[in-house]
C-alpha cells in the first residue's frame, strides 16, 4: 500500500488539476510478509513417514533454560503479551526452554534501531529484518546476526529438510553469498508447493447478473459489457468503485496483460511496468471507463465507508469486497479479467515460499547458546512444531481425525464464535498465523467450515492466474538498496500521480511518450539493471 503522506499530496494536485478544469540478548531481522489461504484440510498435514516428527530429542536441554525473544506483539484480546501466550507455554512445557520476550512499543521500526545498537541484544529477533540497512547480509557482516548454515546443517534437521527438498523455498532463505541467515516462514507443506491463493480480488453484484441477464465476465470486454448494463439497466451512477485508489489494487485489472504497476520480470528479464507498452494499453482502459462513466468518477478519493454507502444506496455493481448487511447475501467474486477467453492473468498479490523475509527469525551475536536457539527455531519446522504453531493444543484447540488429520474442537471453529475471538486464539494465544514456521494454509478456523466465503472467493480469484512475472525474495547490496531507493523516490511519486491524470483526462494520452521518457529521466534503466544483478545473482543460487 502506498505512503499515505504521498497519496495525500497526489490527491491535492489533482483535485486542483479538475478544480481549474471545472469539471517496519540478541538479534536483528526479517524480510516479507502475509496470510493464509485454502487447500483442503487432508492432506495438507499428512507428512512422509521419514519427516513425521523431529529427529532431535525432546525435551531440548535437561536443565531449563532461557532464551530472549524480539518480536512486536500487535495486541490480542486475550493477552497483553507473549508471556501470557498457551502457544508459548505448551512451547516451553515441550522443549524445557523458557522464552523471555521483548516487544517494543510505538514505531516498531524505530525500535529496533535504536535496539540494535546495544552492547547486549537478544538472542533471537523476529521480523526486523527490512529495517535494516543492507538487509540480512548487511546484517551478518556487521556482526549483528550469526551465520547459521553450520548450525542449520547440525542443529535444525527439519528446517534443514525443507531446504533440502524444495529448490525455490532453498533460494529464497538463502542469500546470495551463499550463507544462511534467519529461519523464514516456510510456505509448504509436505506434499506439494502451493502459493497462497489472492486474499483480495473483485466481486460482482449476482443479483444484478440475474437480472440483467448476464455471465460472470471473465474478460476485459466482458466486464465492459457488465458495467455498461449495470449503468444503463440498474441506474447505477458508480458501475465499479473502490479501486484503484492503493497500489495492490492495479493488478486487478493490469493483470490482464500480464504485467505490474512495478518492477516484474518475464523470460528472466526484469522489466517496469509503466514503461512498457501493455501498460499504456491499461491507461487506455482505464480512461476509457471513466469517460464512459463506468468507473467513478470519484475512486480516487472515496474512502471505504464512502464506498459501502454507495455499494448500500444500490449504485455500485462491481467492487473489491464489502461486508455491508444489503449486499451480503449477493455479493459474488469474479475471476480476474484476462483479454482474451481462457488466458492466464499476471497477478501481484501472493507470498513466495519464504514470504519474501518479513517472517523470519535470526540469532544474534550476543546469543550465548546458539545451538539451543537453532534447536528451538527448528522445531517449529517439524510436524509437532507444526501442528502446534498452525493448531494449538491438541485436545484443547483441535484434535486429530482417523486419518491424522488436524480438526479443530468447538473451541474454536468459527459457527458460533464471533471473528474477533477466533482471530485472538490463532494470533498468537493458542498458535500463530504467521511466523518463522511450517505454514499450512488450511489452519485458518474458517477454512474448516463446509461453506466458507473466504476459502471459495480465494479459489475464484486464483482460476487462470499466473505467479511467474513476480521477482523473488532478492538481495540488493547496501550501495544498490541506497541506488535503487534515491532513484525511485522520485519516479514512485510521478508515476502514480501521472497514472491518475491520464485516467481522468488531466493529461492528453498523446503526452504519454514524454511520460515514459521523463521517467527513463529519472533513471528507470539503472534502477531496471540493480534489480536484473539481484534476479540472476538468485537464479545462481
Known amino acids: 500500500m502506498m505512503n499515505m503522506k504521498r497519496h495525500h499530496r497526489i490527491l491535492a494536485a ?21 496470510s493464509a489461504s485454502s487447500s483442503e484440510a487432508s492432506g495438507t498435514q ?17 536443565e531449563g533454560e532461557t532464551l530472549t525473544y524480539y518480536a512486536a506483539f500487535g495486541g490480542n484480546n486475550l493477552m497483553t503479551g507473549y508471556a501470557e501466550s498457551e502457544l508459548y507455554k505448551e512451547l516451553e512445557a515441550r522443549t524445557n526452554v523458557h522464552i523471555e520476550f521483548e516487544s517494543p512499543s510505538g514505531d ?6 535504536l535496539r540494535i545498537t546495544s552492547d547486549s541484544l537478544p538472542d533471537i529477533m523476529e521480523n526486523v529484518i527490512g529495517y535494516y540497512t543492507g538487509g540480512l547480509q548487511g546484517l551478518i557482516n556487521d556482526e549483528y546476526a550469526i551465520r547459521l548454515n553450520d548450525l542449520v546443517s547440525q542443529y535444525a534437521p527439519d528446517y534443514q529438510r525443507l531446504l533440502d527438498e524444495h529448490e525455490d523455498f532453498r533460494k529464497d532463505a538463502t542469500l546470495d553469498s551463499g550463507d544462511i541467515g534467519a529461519f523464514y516462514m516456510c510456505a509448504y507443506d509436505y506434499t506439494e508447493t502451493k502459493l497462497e491463493d489472492p486474499w483480495a480480488g473483485l466481486k460482482v453484484r449476482s443479483d444484478w447478473l440475474t437480472e440483467c441477464d448476464l455471465k460472470v465476465p471473465t474478460t476485459i470486454e466482458e466486464l465492459t459489457n457488465v458495467l455498461r448494463t449495470f449503468k444503463e439497466k440498474k441506474g447505477a451512477s458508480a458501475p465499479m468503485s473502490g479501486f484503484p485508489a492503493y497500489e495492490q489494487y492495479y493488478d486487478f485489472i493490469l493483470g490482464a496483460w500480464n504485467i505490474s504497476h512495478s518492477f516484474f520480470q518475464r523470460d528472466g528479464k526484469v522489466d517496469y511496468g509503466p514503461i512498457t507498452e501493455e501498460f499504456k494499453e491499461y491507461i487506455l482502459q482505464m480512461k476509457s471507463w471513466y469517460d464512459e462513466g463506468l468507473l467513478d468518477k470519484e475512486y480516487l478519493t472515496r474512502d471505504s465507508a464512502g464506498i459501502d454507502v454507495l455499494i448500500g444506496q444500490d449504485q455500485v455493481g462491481v467492487f473489491q469486497d464489502t461486508e455491508i448487511p444489503e449486499v451480503a447475501e449477493v455479493q459474488q467474486a469474479i475471476p480476474f479479467p484476462a483479454l482474451e477467453k481462457g488466458a492466464t492473468r499476471a497477478l501481484g498479490m501472493s507470498q513466495s515460499a519464504a514470504r519474501d523475509g518479513v517472517y523470519a527469525a535470526f540469532i544474534t551475536t550476543s546469543c550465548k547458546n546458539p545451538e ?35 480438526q479443530y474442537t468447538d473451541l474454536v471453529t468459527v459457527e458460533g464464535v464471533e471473528d474477533a475471538k477466533w482471530w485472538s486464539y490463532c494470533n498468537g494465544y493458542y498458535s500463530r498465523i504467521n511466523g518463522p514456521m511450517l505454514k499450512w494454509f488450511d489452519a485458518i478456523p474458517s477454512y474448516h467450515i463446509e461453506s466458507n466465503p473466504a476459502r471459495e472467493n480465494g479459489e475464484v480469484w486464483a482460476t487462470g492466474i499466473s505467479y511467474e512475472t513476480q521477482l523473488p525474495n532478492l538481495t540488493l547490496s547496501m550501495e544498490d538498496s541506497q541506488r535503487l531507493s534515491t532513484i525511485m523516490a522520485d519516479i514512485d511519486t510521478y508515476v502514480e500521480e501521472q497514472n491518475h491524470r491520464f485516467i481522468m483526462g488531466l493529461n492528453s494520452m498523446d503526452d504519454y511518450d514524454a511520460f515514459v521518457a521523463q521517467i527513463k529521466s529519472y533513471g528507470i534503466d539503472e534502477a531496471i539493471e540493480l534489480y536484473q544483478k539481484a534476479l540472476d545473482a538468485y537464479n545462481a543460487r
Request: proline share 4%; with cysteine.
Open 14 to 34: 489533482l483535485l486542483c488539476a479538475l478544480m481549474v478544469l471545472g469539471a517496519g540478548a540478541c538479534g536483528k531481522s526479517s524480510d516479507d510478509s502475509s
Open 46 to 62: 499428512s507428512s512422509s513417514p521419514d519427516s513425521a516428527s523431529s529427529d532431535l530429542a525432546f525435551p531440548l536441554t535437561g
Open 108 to 113: 516498531v521500526q524505530q525500535a529496533f534501531q
Open 372 to 406: 539451543l536457539a537453532t534447536k528451538w527455531l527448528n522445531y517449529a519446522y517439524s510436524r509437532e512444531g507444526a501442528l502446534l504453531f498452525n493448531y494449538g493444543i491438541e485436545g484443547t484447540t483441535y484434535t486429530l481425525d482417523s486419518n491424522g488429520d488436524p
